[in-house]
Each structure stands twice: as C-alpha cells, then as structure tokens.
C-alpha cells in the first residue's frame, strides 16, 4: 500500500475546516470536545466524533510535521535534583531545563536511583536527538515546575 497524502475527497467540509480541526487537537492539549466547541465558536457546526475521525485519518502528518517544527533544546542543559511532597508523600524529582528555561522532561521517583536517573538523562538525549554541550548539575535556573 502506498503512504501518500491521504485524500479530502467525499467529505463534506472543506480541507481548510477539516486542518483546522486536526491542527487545533494536535497543537493545543484540547480534547475532541474542546475543539467541536471551538469550530462551532467559528461558525462550523461539526461533533465531536468527527474530530476524532478526522484526527484518526489526517492527524499524522500534522503530528508530524509539529514535531519538526518544535524548537531544539539549549547547548547547555541543568538537571535540577529536589524532594517534592506529592499527595503527602515525598517523592525524588529530577527535572531537566534547556538554557531558555524550557522544561525538557521531568522524572519522578519515590527513592533516589542513581541508574533511573541516568537512563532518564540517556533516554532524554535519544528522545532530543541532540548532545548538550555542557551539562549543569548544581543549580537550574529558576522554572516553575508546575506546567501542563
């Protein structure tokens, strides 16, 4: 089977609507709901299911193509080490920040694992796909660690 760009033919929105759609979902953290709410704000009367088989069908290129449009991390990295209470239970957090203070990924532990946090760090890199060129370990810079 070939993997070409998959067709708009015999749909009953325009492809403009039907990317519109896609896009808000796979840009935004927004549920099939959110974005049926938000098309209709436009002007589009279209359900939610829909959404979902739009986002089935033409999602992946929009996926896609966000991910290479994502900026790259910082040449310089922080890993940030700090014992946080989570529901009442305190928990090891290793988080890692790029230079602009991007959070790249956050790793919680209930105990302290040297190797965890080491896989963590291998798996960021593989993840990134990009070496940083210096790593700080004793202070971060400021960044909130709440986030979505």
């Given at each position: 089977?070939?993997?070409?760009?998959?067709?708009?033919?015999?749909?009953?929105?325009?492809?403009?609507?039907?990317?519109?759609?896609?896009w808000?979902?796979?840009?935004?953290p927004?549920?099939?709901?959110?974005?049926?709410?938000?098309?209709?704000?436009?002007?589009?009367v279209?359900?939610?299911?829909?959404?979902?088989?739009?986002?089935?069908?033409?999602?992946?290129?929009?996926?896609?193509?966000?991910?290479?449009?994502?900026?790259?991390?910082?040449?310089?990295?922080?890993?940030?080490?700090?014992?946080?209470?989570i529901?009442?239970?305190?928990?090891?957090?290793?988080?890692?920040?790029?230079?602009?203070?991007?959070?790249?990924?956050?790793?919680?532990?209930?105990?302290?694992?040297?190797?965890?946090?080491?896989r963590?760090?291998?798996?960021?890199?593989?993840?990134?796909?990009?070496v940083?060129?210096?790593?700080?370990?004793?202070?971060?810079?400021?960044?909130?660690?709440?986030?979505?």
């Open positions: 089977m070939l993997s070409g760009a998959p067709s708009y033919k015999g749909h009953r929105y325009p492809v403009e609507v039907i990317s519109h759609g896609v808000l979902y796979f840009r935004f927004l549920g099939f709901r959110e974005v049926e709410e938000l098309m209709l704000e436009r002007g589009v279209v359900s939610y299911e829909t959404v979902r088989r739009w986002c089935l069908k033409f999602g992946q290129p929009y996926a896609h193509a966000l991910r290479r449009r994502r900026p790259r991390p910082g040449d310089k990295w922080h890993l940030d080490e700090v014992f946080v209470k529901n009442g239970e305190w928990k090891y957090l290793w988080r890692a920040v790029d230079t602009e203070g991007n959070v790249l990924d956050i790793l919680v532990q209930s105990r302290r694992d040297t190797a965890a946090a080491r963590f760090f291998r798996k960021l890199m593989k993840r990134t796909r990009s940083p060129r210096l790593v700080v370990t004793s202070s971060a810079p400021t960044a909130p660690l709440t986030g979505r």
